[in-house]
């Protein structure tokens, strides 16, 4: 899972063959799966200058998500 230098996210991790964008975040330590997550999504919250923000207009709250054990 690549480390972010965002002060909200602390990892992702992409699955393309599934669509599913795994988040843990930085605050609470939990991780959730994004589910239907376009490629262009997952590269575009990479190259963001925000990534928590970003994240958060794009991601939170626009793909259904599941919390992983």
């Known amino acids: 899972m690549p480390l972010l230098d965002s002060d909200a996210l602390l990892a992702v991790h992409y699955n393309a ?5 795994r ?18 999504d997952y590269a575009a919250l990479l190259r963001a200058e925000s990534k928590g923000a970003w ?3 794009h ?11």
């Open 17 to 21: 063959a599934r669509q599913t964008l």
């Open 23 to 40: 988040a843990t975040f930085r605050a609470n330590r939990r991780t959730y799966d994004y589910l239907g997550v376009p490629a262009e």
């Open 55 to 57: 994240f958060n207009s």
């Open 59 to 69: 991601i939170r709250d626009c793909y259904p998500f599941r919390e992983v054990d």
